[in-house]
């Protein structure tokens, strides 16, 4: 079992920046892969970055060049750090992990979310 907990969302205006985190914790938390997904009201939950056991990364085509996916091992940490942000980033993020690396949302654990909010 993984349990996931997200913290670091707000509100933010347009053009400014946030840095999410999310805590794993158990066993081998470490040698999950992990991904940031959002859901916006009314919309499904999408792909935002994933990042692999060994660092590979992967980001959604609307997030490259703004967002940063990493990861920090000895803590079982992972954070998504978002700048230039638009009001289309408005959502509740999650934070997941899995086994293997992915980009849709069919991880095997889930955080609680966080949400985010960017006004114009």
């Known amino acids: 079992q993984v349990q996931l907990v997200e913290s670091g969302g707000g509100l933010v205006q347009a053009g400014g920046s946030l840095r999410l985190s999310c805590a794993a914790s158990g066993r081998t938390a470490s040698s999950y892969a992990m991904g940031w997904f959002r859901q916006a009201p009314g919309k499904e939950r999408e792909f935002v970055a994933a990042i692999g056991r060994y660092g590979s990364t992967y980001y959604a085509d609307s997030v490259k060049g703004r967002f940063t996916i990493s990861r920090d091992n000895a803590k079982s940490t992972v954070f998504l750090q978002m700048n230039s942000l638009k009001p289309e980033d408005t959502a509740v993020y999650y934070c997941?992990?899995?086994?293997?690396?992915?980009?849709?949302?069919?991880?095997?654990?889930w955080g609680q979310g966080t949400q985010v909010t960017v006004s114009s």
């Open positions: 997941a992990a899995d086994k293997l690396i992915g980009v849709t949302p069919s991880y095997d654990y």
